[in-house]
């Protein structure tokens, strides 16, 4: 069942002007209910004003955007309550902390919803929880926390709205490895805790190819490619003549099958890699 | 792109575009000297045409310029409205109750229009639609220099708008974007009483000012490690060039202008007092 469904979608920044672009041509896009969904692209191939349209903050030029069936433009007055059903964290989230204390800021979202106290301070628990933020540091000030932290903080506090879909459009960006772990780990942790809905927009095949259950491959405004994560990476060839690529890994197996070597299925993660790589070595 | 697509700034590729910043900040003057030259029905006419021709040559489209007369609206419809009402003089058209109109008033109204008219348009064509910024900012310091006698810090002035300028799309798509995701936390910034938009504006003011004070100090690091001292000594990237066709323009201007004051020597039509 479709979660999200985009039907003809067109985006035309700053229409009318010399600097009229189109980010959106003719997309159409169903995200399943449940998985985890991966949006890859280059930088501009119209990712991030995608993403935007899911919750509502930008309205598209045409076309419609279907979140369980109906349109959120249908009444344009309660597009907030489409917020807080999709939340989006957008790029460099640590960038929009404001409050005093961390755990204010992460019951920013909650406060907006009009939920009682009790139940916000329950949530800004749980949330930190899930990001993994330890209890001491809510009462510091967002601003004292390292960057992986803020990060996480920021994270918190769309995850503590408790939306039907999260939205994340490069969560990892600009994060040390260690940092990008913990925010993977963050990921898998709120799908078992929550089992709902994730979109992740990313750069790095090697994140999509961990947690990803399906991915969108964008290319200058359209869907260039989609299907699951096996099928997406199984077209190296196609994925590479756009520029993009397959994850390291899926890359060093697919030469070796190219030198002679027999493998039957491609693995896109090294944990899959591993016992295949073993079997071969015997 | 977005250092270029705020302000008015139009681009094309035009006469007047490929003018030399310098020049078109004394033409823009001296369009404003010639404006106030004009004193009778001739030389309005011939104003009004002159800002026809400079719109023609200039490449911007009609809709673009009359959003810079937006904002003047209320101020065109008042001194209109005072001339019409307030000016007395010898022919009276209308009466009714205290109210009079005379044939000078309306004459002087319908020249007072088009002095503010074309005033906007004619600087904004020479200034802000055919030239960036930053470019202004350049001819401004190349015109001011010689100040630096005085010891006026003429340099630094223009350094502080160009960087004041140059931050101005950054900074407006860095509240944008924190605007966007506080909304995406479900922030309201539309409705409600005054005090509550007020209150609303804290989640999106401190992110921002936090982010404008740390690009500054990235910005006066990054511009000390590449020595920057000031303005002695330094060299421009882009060195202006003066070339014919800025000073035709320059004398075509002043020829105008002397049209004008010739035009009301001989003095044609209706005067204006």
């Given at each position: 069942m479709a979660k999200i469904r985009l039907e003809k979608i067109n985006y035309v920044y700053s229409?009318?002007?010399?600097?009229?672009?189109?980010?959106?041509?003719d997309v159409d896009l169903e995200i399943k209910e449940g998985i985890v969904t991966g949006i890859i692209g280059h930088t501009g191939s119209g990712k991030s004003t995608m993403v935007m349209l899911l919750n509502g903050l930008e309205k598209p030029t045409s076309g419609r955007v279907l979140l369980d069936g109906v349109d959120?433009?249908?009444k344009p007055k309660e597009i907030s309550k489409v917020r807080f059903r999709v939340g989006l964290v957008m790029q460099?989230?640590?960038?929009?902390l404001f409050e005093e204390t961390v755990a204010k800021d992460i019951a920013f979202g909650p406060r907006n919803m009009g939920l009682s106290e009790e139940e916000i301070a329950a949530r800004v628990r749980e949330a930190a929880g899930i990001v993994g933020?330890?209890?001491?540091?809510?009462?510091?000030?967002?601003?004292?926390?390292s960057g992986g932290e803020k990060r996480r903080a920021a994270i918190a506090g769309i995850i503590a709205m408790k939306p039907e879909v999260l939205v994340l459009d490069e969560?990892?960006?600009?994060?040390d490895p260690a940092g990008r772990e913990r925010i993977l780990a963050t990921i898998r942790k709120y799908r078992e805790q929550t089992g709902g809905t994730v979109i992740i927009v990313s750069h790095s095949m090697e994140d999509m190819a961990e947690i990803c259950d399906e991915i969108v491959v964008m290319l200058e405004g359209s869907i260039f490619m989609s299907g699951s994560t096996a099928e997406v990476f199984s077209k190296a060839g196609e994925l590479r003549r756009i520029g993009l690529d397959v994850p390291e890994i899926t890359g060093l197996m697919l030469k070796l099958r190219d030198m002679g070597v027999e493998i039957d299925t491609i693995p896109y993660t090294v944990s899959d890699a591993v016992p295949k790589l073993m079997k071969l070595l015997k | 792109m977005n250092n270029i697509s705020f302000g008015q700034y139009y681009p094309a590729d035009s006469l007047i575009h490929s003018l030399d910043a310098r020049f078109k900040v004394i033409c823009a003057f001296l369009y404003i000297v010639c404006s106030f030259l004009c004193k009778n029905i001739l030389s309005f006419a011939a104003l009004l045409a002159s800002a026809v021709i400079l719109v023609a040559v200039s490449g911007i489209p009609m809709r673009i310029l009359l959003r810079a007369l937006r904002p003047i609206i209320f101020i065109l419809l008042f001194t209109v409205v005072i001339n019409m009402f307030w000016t007395t003089g010898e022919t009276l058209l209308f009466s009714w109750w205290k109210i009079r109109v005379y044939y000078e008033g309306i004459m002087n109204a319908l020249f007072i229009a088009v002095r503010i008219v074309v005033l906007i348009i004619g600087t904004s064509i020479f200034m802000t639609y055919t030239t960036t910024p930053i470019a202004l900012t350049d001819a401004l310091e190349s015109l001011l220099s010689p100040l630096k006698v005085v010891k006026a810090p003429v340099h630094e002035f223009a350094m502080m708008i160009t960087i004041a300028l140059r931050f101005i799309p950054t900074l407006t798509e860095e509240t944008n974007r924190i605007m966007a995701a506080q909304k995406a936390r479900g922030?309201?910034?539309?409705?409600?009483s005054v005090f509550k938009r007020a209150r609303a504006l804290i989640p999106v003011l401190v992110p921002l000012f936090v982010s404008a004070f740390r690009r500054a100090d990235e910005l006066a690091t990054a511009m000390e490690c590449r020595c920057y001292h000031g303005g002695e000594g330094r060299t421009r990237l882009n060195v202006p060039h003066c070339r014919p066709r800025d000073f035709v323009m320059l004398f075509v201007i002043i020829a105008f202008g002397a049209g004008l004051i010739l035009i009301n020597i001989y003095g044609v039509g209706y005067t204006m007092k």
């Open positions: 229409p009318g002007t010399p600097f009229e672009t189109r980010a959106l041509r959120i433009w249908e460099y989230p640590e960038y929009q933020l330890a209890p001491e540091l809510l009462e510091k000030s967002p601003f004292e926390l969560p990892a960006a600009g994060l | 922030a309201d910034f539309t409705s409600g």
